[in-house]
């Protein structure tokens, strides 16, 4: 586990030993010495990376930079060349924060110390690839990018949040700016925090900006588009390693795939994985992009024995719980190219929510007529029609679920199917712990991050949206996390910050063209992917583990154990666990095997924290 983490103020310390502790989670999984700095007054931090570490300090100033920023300003570039990135920024400081952030681009954590000042700033990258957690506690304030590294530290005690534990159920992950821990918060995707004298304050130096007044004529976009996508794979491979691509033979990973073996000049290495479970395995078209591109292709058939193996390693690297099971094929996926002698792996995040490709974009467009109808014609007469009509057929009901799902508005309708909403909170949780959350949180916090768009079109801000909820909080630390469990580091060249800046320049309708999705992108790239691949469902790493629970007894049989420890735990009801376990995936493995297995998460989470405080 990679990352950075440290402190500043508070009462003195022995630093050394202290940021040695701290440091310790953050290199277990990797082979490499972590670089640290620290102060006379108070201040310390370190860098545990074995892709890229810079850590300086320069009167009174501590510099610690995990991942490779770069800076459009030119006398600060020529400074970073000259002396080191770190070094380059010691000396720059003081400015003004939100200046300094807005001026650094690229994939990063940044922590700032000055203690000559009794200043500091915390920043994150502008998708918050690299994430950082920060706790204020009296004039202390610790961070770090892993609650594990923070919860070392005695200014920040791990005491559970339990209205988080509610959120991770809610969403199967733990959406930031929360963390599971009570006083910690994550920086949101280019945020920075400043602290002076004890107090913080946080603020955003990027947001990102769309045009939707005027659409660009489509060979230049075309062109624009594909010069990014090859100097974005030609950056995310600089450097003497071996580079290898994740390959699921979706529209975004072919791509990618297909970019790496035209820029190396070489056939790529590229890697897949399959399931011997029906519906389960889409084997076929990556190896339909390997032949048309001409890749060194790998493959790994994901077994029932290699989940039961990965689940506790999984809760081992996920310093927050996560309910991602694409966790453990991404993690298969990258330990073959380990074997391989791959030490860098592309993926293909982020293509979705730049360009318009999941289904539910197409989906929300369909209720969103429903909002444009005058509200008088529909409750005067729409939707009496509709609730009046007789009998139950499946279009009656279809016909009211629509008007249903279109009245929530957004963004509460697109949880209308939410699986903890389905069974009822208070048929899943303890009345104990229900008295200790606010049931209405989750919805609450989803409302404002869509509302920090500015965003006049429903793509848009649903886009704005995904930037945070499923990448930043879901996607990008699941392969971020299964990528360190193998050795091996990610980049994510759909991400790089040029390329998200083109995907703003398109207009709403070449991202969504009527029920068309990713419609620019799947233009721009006919002729070099495949038509099978651009007209095929999207579909990704899914793991088939409910129904390989019915089949398998030994993953069944952790299951159980495992959301037995969990009922001790007073969270979650013991006969919805009974129930769950007994009944309900007898009648849709599929469907409830989903809480199943996030509820064997948290338990295994639980597990993986109580056995490292014991060692």
């Not at 963390?179 to 004298?197: A, K, V, W």
């Amino acid at each position: 586990m990679s990352g950075l983490c440290g402190w500043m103020g508070g009462a003195a310390l022995d630093e050394r030993a202290l940021i040695a502790t701290m440091a310790a989670p953050l290199a277990r999984f990797d082979k490499f010495t972590p670089q640290l700095a620290h102060g006379r007054r108070g201040a310390a931090a370190v860098v545990a990376s074995a892709e890229a570490a810079h850590v300086a300090s320069h009167d009174g100033v501590i510099v610690a930079v995990w991942g490779r920023p770069v800076s459009a300003d030119a006398e600060l570039a020529r400074a970073m060349d000259a002396a080191g990135l770190a070094a380059a920024l010691a000396r720059a400081w003081p400015c003004d924060p939100q200046r300094l952030c807005a001026g650094l681009g690229g994939s990063f954590a940044l922590a700032i110390l000055d203690e000559v000042r009794g200043e500091a700033v915390l920043a994150v990258d502008r998708m918050a690839g690299k994430p950082l957690i920060w706790q204020l506690n009296g004039e202390t304030l610790v961070f770090g990018s892993s609650a594990d590294a923070m919860r070392r530290h005695p200014a920040a005690p791990a005491a559970l949040d339990p209205q988080s534990l509610y959120n991770y159920v809610y969403f199967h992950m733990v959406p930031s700016p929360g963390s599971i821990y009570q006083g910690q918060q994550r920086l949101l995707p280019g945020e920075f925090l400043h602290y002076r004298q004890g107090r913080v304050s946080t603020g955003s130096y990027w947001r990102m900006q769309f045009e939707e007044t005027r659409e660009l004529p489509f060979d230049q976009l075309r062109e624009q588009f594909l010069g990014l996508l090859r100097s974005g794979v030609r950056d995310a491979t600089a450097g003497d390693v071996k580079v290898g691509a994740f390959l699921s033979g979706g529209t975004d990973s072919s791509t990618l795939a297909g970019v790496l073996c035209e820029v190396g000049g070489r056939p790529a290495d590229t890697y897949s994985i399959g399931f011997e479970a029906q519906g389960y395995d889409e084997m076929e078209y990556a190896r339909l992009a390997s032949r048309h591109f001409g890749t060194s292709h790998h493959e790994y058939y994901v077994t029932p024995d290699d989940v039961v193996a990965a689940i506790p390693l999984a809760a081992q690297i996920c310093d927050q719980p996560c309910g991602n099971a694409s966790v453990i094929p991404a993690y298969y996926c990258a330990k073959l190219a380990a074997a391989d002698g791959v030490s860098h792996m592309l993926g293909g995040d982020g293509g979705d929510e730049l360009f318009g490709g999941n289904e539910r974009y197409a989906k929300q467009r369909v209720f969103a007529h429903y909002e444009r109808v005058p509200q008088l014609l529909r409750t005067a007469l729409l939707e009496p029609a509709i609730y009046g009509w007789p009998g139950r057929g499946r279009l009656a009901s279809k016909a009211r679920s629509y008007i249903e799902q279109a009245k929530l508005g957004m963004p509460a309708r697109l949880e209308s199917y939410n699986l903890l909403g389905r069974y009822g909170a208070a048929q899943v949780f303890t009345d104990a712990f229900l008295a200790e959350v606010d049931s209405t949180r989750p919805l609450a916090e989803l409302q404002r991050t869509y509302g920090r768009s500015d965003a006049a079109t429903l793509i848009n801000r649903m886009l704005a949206l995904d930037f945070q909820v499923t990448l930043a909080d879901n996607d990008l630390p699941k392969v971020m996390r299964a990528c360190e469990l193998a050795g091996v580091t990610a980049a994510f060249p759909f991400l790089d910050d040029r390329m998200v800046a083109f995907s703003a320049t398109l207009s709403p309708r070449q991202k969504l063209n009527g029920s068309q999705l990713r419609w620019f992108f799947k233009q721009a790239l006919k002729g070099f992917l495949p038509e099978e691949i651009i007209t095929k469902q999207k579909h990704g790493f899914g793991l088939p583990f409910g129904v390989w629970l019915g089949q398998h007894p030994a993953l069944l049989a952790l299951a159980r154990d495992s959301l037995s420890d969990l009922r001790g735990r007073q969270i979650v009801r013991a006969d919805f666990i009974d129930d769950l376990l007994n009944t309900r995936l007898r009648e849709h493995a599929g469907y409830h095997g989903t809480m199943v297995w996030v509820l064997m998460m948290l338990e295994q989470w639980f597990r993986q924290r109580e056995g490292a405080a014991a060692c």
